[in-house]
Each structure stands twice: as structure tokens, then as C-alpha cells.
């Protein structure tokens, strides 16, 4: 709607405290979105621009929160708080770009309108999928809080995305943390088509405040002084005091929930009462009202938003659509890690699977002050496993954290503490548990190196794997879900030694990392293994043993299976364990299979799109020439995973890779 009409003031403008300055400030901060998201739909409907999500009427609360955060205090904005942008100064012809998919944007053309961050202006835009913003924050707040800072962290949502569990998870966990985070929920009406009464059943959402034990207020979303007023008080409160904040925006979404979309669904009469309520029409009202504000300077002060904005475009429009290589592209799915090899001292010890994984985690945790570990049960009673047995004693509750049952606001967290600075590890209690956290992992946490620079500096440590008699939903080795996703890294040590030398690696490495620990081998595998820190690369396989006849390529408890069978066939074989599946060591694969001419490659998961398949595949096309046989594959069987120990023993490939071997063999 036009700022040119001149509706009554609805609102009680409160000055007090407030010099003339800021008031015209303020204003002009509202009026920037609103004339570009003017000149937006002038574009869209010219089709030069592809999708338009507006914040037409929700400007007061953009433009308040971020004038009482200071400049080094993250925002996470939503897809409505253009003011966030604008009111952190960014460059009109970088977001121009960014929304064409251009260069000087913030993404390299690879994501779209808001969906990015920005280090240097301090926001960090939204993923899709709208909740996990609440866990990124709650990590960024932690590393603040870790920090001893006093800064507050600012995060954005709509009503309609307060229905999704993250966002449930983040808010309890910041409650049970108290972290410095004001949760900030515009609740504008509809979630596309959908009304609140269809969305929740509750009066207020601030009133969900209570059930999770945060300070919570009702603020007017339309009233810019009411938001900056009473969003200072807290602010600054929460700087000193830190802890959460949950605050709901009353206000109204004046357009469709994209341009395309319309607004049928909405009753005119509700349009019309919250058209009167337009927060810079009212907002200027009130200005011309007590004489800060005239016709000349009004037009003064647009006709400089209108050039900025015309300029801005310009150069948008002048900039030359991206261009890029296959090479570019791969390249900035990780960020860059030069190994830093540590090599073992020569003191060793005799210790179990389990035990190199929790050594080297504390010597990761020792080296790296800034790392944090959090899981379920982790702290006094020291995880399930008890891998971090007496770490609440070398490093403090305050980096060795007890988390509720919450995977998926953990993760964003996680993204979070990467963020900010930090280097989070993740137990996951199972692996089994990590679809409970997957949303974060697959879309944020691997995607956000590409997406706009920003790496993830996390390793999740999975238990995993079968043949420990648990059953559906405690056995399963999920490997094949992460290595499918590009921007994670999975380990998979078979052994103490490697364990330990490629968690620290991981632990090091700026990229996230998935660390499969095999619950099986935990207690079973002993070794000889270096008492100090170590580092092993990864991406390097290992050849355990060495023969002419047949490869085996595994990983895991196969790795183990491969070790017995071979230890009383007379079988002339290379064995190969992978140790990283992603990087995956093909020089070391295409070598053996070119020597031996036949390959078996045996997974402990089902078969259908697993590692065995994707590594069969490359060997086709590598090594043709070079087959005496077709690729052997072995794996789980294409069920769950059974319970009672026979039905176990059926799932599990063990018995049909002798089998297997011995036909391959035989070809
Ligand atoms: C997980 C997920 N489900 C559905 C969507 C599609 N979607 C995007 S925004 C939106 C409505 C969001 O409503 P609300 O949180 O109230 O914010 P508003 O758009 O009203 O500002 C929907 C359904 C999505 N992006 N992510």
C-alpha cells in the first residue's frame, strides 16, 4: 500500500527518551524496504525479477529489533525482514545481485532471495525449511555465552513455522540453557493460506512463554516506537542478565504470500483494518504531528532512497550473469583443509575401540579450547557408551553438555556454534537417532559452505551396526544416507589406531563429519595405539593384506569379518579397508582391482544404493578392461534389522560373503 495516504494515528507514539534524530531514523529506515519492495513488484510484474516474498506492514518490526542490536550481534532474519538488510547497510546492488543471482550477491548465484548470511554484516539468512533458524541461534547464543560477551542474539519467525518441532526443540533448549537469544515470532495472520486458528490452538503464542520457562511479551508489531522502546529495555536487560526472550509481533501479512500467490483467501474487512494500521503511514502521521517531519523533507528523503535504490539497480542490471566452472562448483562444497600431519609418539598402549575413541576426543577437546561436545547423557553419567567418561572434570559442564532429547535443535546448534567461532561434536546416542536431526545435517550443516561461505565445523560421532541383538532401531549403519549428500565427510575406522588418529583429524578438519563408530567393535577390537595426539589424513585407505587373486573392499565390522575369513583360507586376496568413505580413496581401490582382475566389496547395510553399488559402478567404468569378472557385491538384506540373535544372523552378510568369495573365486 502507498505511504502517500494520511489514516489517523492508531497508535500512542511514546517519545519519551527519544531525540528528534532517531525518530526521522527510524522512519527512514522503514521507508527503505518499503520503497524497494515497491519498486520490486513494479519488476515482477515486468517479469524481471522471478519471486517476490513481501514484508509490506511488518517493517516496524525488522527495522526496531535491528536498531537496538548492536552491529556485532547476529540477526537471523526470515523471508519478511528485508529491514534486517537494509538496516545493517548492506549494499543495495549486493542484495540486487543476490535476488538475479548474480556475483556481487552473497551466494555466488547458488541460492535465492533471503536464503543467505553474511559474516561481515553479521545475519545469517534462513534455510528453507524455516525452523532450524531457532537451533542456529541458540548456538550462536551458546558460543556468546562461552564467550563471556554479553551479546544477544536476534532470531526471526512466523507464526506458521512455530508449529514445527525445531522450533519447539530450540526454545526448550534455550530455556533449559538460558541462552541469550530473543526469539522473535511476527505473528502476521496466515502462514500462505493457512489462519492461525488452523495453526494453533492456543490464545497467544507468547503464552507458550510459560510451558517452556522464558520470559515472554506481547508487543504491537505495527508501532515502531513501541518495538524499539520496550525491544531496548529487553535487550539491553538480556545483555546483562542473560536469557531467553520469546516475543510475539501482533501484525498483518498485506500481500500474498508471494506475489503469485494472492491473497483471496483473506477477508477485505481484515485488509482494511490492518491497511488503517500501516506502521509508516501511521508512523509519519505521528511525525508531521509533533513537527519533525514536513512534505519537503519526506520528499527529500525519498527521492535519496529512490536514486539509492535506481543505482543500486543499475549496477545489478549492468552486472553480467554468473558464469562458473564444473571445477569452481566443486570446489566450494568444502571448505579448504590442508592435513596437518602429527605423527604418533612411540609409547602405545593396549586399548579397546572404544577406548582410542574417547582418548582422542579428549586430546582433540584439550588442543582445541574452542570445542564443545554435546549428546544425551554425556556429561556426569558419561554417555551411553561412556566414551566421555570424567570429561565434565577436564573440561566443565559449560563444553561437555547434557542435551534434552532434541537432535534436530543439537544440530542447528551445532551450525550455530560453527558460526560463531566454535568447533561442536555431536554424540549421537545411536545413529539410529540421527533422523530425528537429519533436516539440520542434510540441508543446513552440507549445504552451507556452497550456499554463501559459511563452513560447518562439526563432526557427529554415530554409534552404529548390527550384531549386538538390538533390533530395528539400534542396529543400523546409515552411512549411504551422508555419503549421498554432498558437503559431508564420512569416516568409518575399523581399528583403535585409526580411530583415534581420524577423529582427531576430523575434529580438526573446518568441514562437517560424520564419524561411524561401530558398536560391535567398541569392546572387541583391541590394539597397540600411541598414548599422545596424532592426526591420520583422510581419504586413504588401508591395504590389510595383500594378494593376486581378488580384492575386498570393505569397511567397518566388514573389515573384521574379511580378517577371519582370510585367516584360515588359504586365499590369495588384497584387503582393503576403505577407513573414509568420503573422500573416498579410489587410487587405492583402481590399483588393486588392476592387479587382481576381480572385486568383491562387502557392506554390512542393505544393498539397493548403498557404498558397495556407487564403488562397484566406478570400477566399471575405471577399471574395465582390467575385470576377470563381473563386480561382486555383498550386503545386509533388504529388510530392517531383526532382533532375535538367529534373525540378526540372517540380515548380516557374513555368511554369504564366504559364499560369495568362493564363487567369485571360482569364475
Ligand atoms: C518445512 C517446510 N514446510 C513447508 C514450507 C513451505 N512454506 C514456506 S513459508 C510457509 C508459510 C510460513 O508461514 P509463517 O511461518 O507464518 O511465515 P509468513 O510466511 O507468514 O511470514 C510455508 C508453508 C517450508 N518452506 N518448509
Redesign the pocket.
Known amino acids: 500500500m502507498s505511504t502517500k495516504t494520511k489514516p489517523k494515528s492508531h497508535f500512542d507514539y511514546n517519545r519519551e527518551g527519544l531525540d528528534d534524530e532517531l525518530l526521522i531514523e527510524l522512519y527512514r529506515r522503514m521507508l527503505k524496504p518499503r520503497m524497494i519492495e515497491e519498486k520490486m513488484l513494479i519488476l515482477l510484474r515486468q517479469g524481471k525479477i522471478s519471486k517476490w ?1 513481501s514484508g509490506i506492514g ?1 517493517e516496524a518490526i525488522s527495522i526496531g529489533i535491528t536498531s537496538v542490536m548492536e552491529k556485532d550481534e547476529y540477526i537471523l532474519p ?3 525482514n528485508l529491514g534486517v538488510f537494509t538496516t545493517r547497510e548492506i549494499p543495495l546492488h549486493r542484495l540486487f545481485s543476490q535476488w538475479q543471482g548474480k556475483a556481487s550477491g552473497f551466494t555466488k548465484g547458488r541460492d535465492r532471495s533471503f536464503h543467505f548470511g553474511t559474516q561481515e554484516f553479521k545475519i545469517v539468512g534462513m534455510i ?4 532450524p533458524q531457532f537451533g542456529a541461534a541458540d548456538g550462536i547464543a551458546l558460543g556468546n555465552l562461552l564467550k563471556k560477551n554479553n551479546k544477544v542474539t536476534a532470531v526471526f ?6 508449529s ?1 518441532g525445531d522450533i519447539h526443540e530450540a526454545l526448550n533448549v534455550a530455556s533449559v540453557w538460558n541462552l541469550p537469544v530473543l526469539f522473535c515470532i ?7 493460506s ?1 489462519p492461525t486458528s488452523e ?1 494453533y490452538n492456543c490464545e497467544h503464542l507468547a503464552d507458550r512463554g510459560k510451558g517452556y520457562g522464558m520470559e515472554a511479551h506481547i508487543l504491537d508489531g505495527n508501532n515502531i516506537l513501541e518495538v524499539y522502546n520496550k525491544v531496548s529495555q529487553i535487550v539491553a536487560d538480556m545483555r546483562m542478565n542473560p536469557r531467553p526472550v520469546l516475543l510475539e509481533f501482533k501484525t498483518f ?1 498485506m500481500r500474498g ?1 508471494e506475489e503469485a500467490s494472492g491473497t483471496k483467501y483473506v477477508p477485505q474487512e481484515l485488509m482494511d483494518e490492518w491497511a488503517a494500521k500501516d506502521p509508516i503511514a501511521n508512523y509519519a502521521e505521528f511525525l508531521r504531528n509533533v513537527g519533525i517531519l514536513n512534505e519537503e523533507t519526506n520528499a527529500i528523503m525519498r527521492d535519496a532512497i529512490r536514486d539509492e535504490i535506481s543505482n543500486g539497480l543499475d549496477l545489478a542490471f549492468a552486472e553480467q550473469d554468473i558464469s562458473s566452472t564444473e571445477s569452481e562448483e566443486l570446489d566450494d562444497v568444502f571448505k579448504e583443509f590442508v592435513y596437518q600431519e602429527v605423527k604418533p609418539n612411540s609409547e602405545t598402549e593396549n586399548i579397546r575401540l572404544i577406548d582410542a575413541i574417547s582418548q582422542g576426543l579428549k586430546q582433540s577437546m584439550e588442543r582445541h579450547e574452542n570445542s564443545v561436545i554435546m549428546g544425551q547423557d554425556i556429561a556426569e553419567y558419561g554417555g551411553v557408551f561412556k566414551i566421555t567418561e570424567g570429561f565434565i572434570e577436564a573440561f566443565g559442564r559449560e563444553r561437555v553438555r547434557n542435551t534434552p532429547i532434541c537432535e534436530s535443535a543439537i544440530l542447528s546448534a551445532a551450525m550455530g556454534l560453527s558460526i560463531n567461532g566454535m568447533k561442536a561434536i555431536v554424540e549421537m546416542q545411536f545413529g539410529d537417532f540421527v533422523t530425528s536431526g537429519f ?1 539440520p545435517i542434510i540441508n543446513y550443516i552440507a549445504k552451507s559452505h556452497y550456499r554463501w561461505n559459511q563452513h560447518a565445523d562439526v563432526v557427529v560421532r554415530m554409534p552404529c551396526g548390527a550384531g549386538v541383538g538390538a533390533g530395528p532401531f539400534h542396529s543400523q549403519t546409515n552411512e549411504a544416507w551422508f555419503t549421498h549428500t554432498p558437503g559431508l565427510k564420512v569416516v568409518y575406522p575399523a581399528f583403535p589406531f585409526d580411530a583415534k588418529g581420524l577423529l582427531a583429524t576430523a575434529i580438526e578438519d573446518p568441514n562437517p563429519v560424520l564419524f561411524f563408530e561401530h558398536k560391535a567393535l567398541y569392546r572387541r577390537i583391541r590394539q597397540e595405539v600411541p598414548t599422545e595426539y596424532y592426526t591420520l589424513p583422510l581419504g586413504k585407505a588401508s591395504v590389510l593384506r595383500e594378494g593376486n587373486d581378488v580384492s575386498i573392499i570393505t569397511y567397518g565390522a566388514g573389515v573384521h569379518w574379511a580378517l577371519d575369513l582370510l585367516e584360515f583360507d588359504d586365499i590369495s586376496a588384497d584387503l582393503i579397508d576403505l577407513r573414509t568413505l568420503c573422500p573416498l580413496d579410489t587410487e587405492t581401490i583402481y590399483a588393486s582391482v588392476k592387479k587382481t582382475g576381480k572385486v568383491l566389496i562387502l557392506q554390512e547395510d542393505s544393498m539397493f544404493g548403498g557404498i558397495a553399488s556407487d564403488i562397484s559402478a566406478m570400477i566399471m567404468e575405471n577399471c574395465f578392461e582390467y575385470l576377470d569378472a563381473p563386480v561382486k557385491r555383498v550386503a545386509g538384506l533388504e529388510t530392517p534389522i531383526p532382533f532375535a540373535h538367529n534373525l540378526e544372523a540372517l540380515y548380516l552378510p557374513k555368511e554369504r560373503f564366504k559364499t560369495a568369495l568362493q564363487e567369485l573365486l571360482a569364475y
Open positions: 516474498f511488518q526470515m523471508h519478511r528453507s525449511h524455516l525452523g519467525t512466523g507464526e506458521g513455522a512455530t514445527e511476527e505473528n502476521n495472520g496466515y502462514g500462505l493457512t495453526q501479512r504470500h533436516n
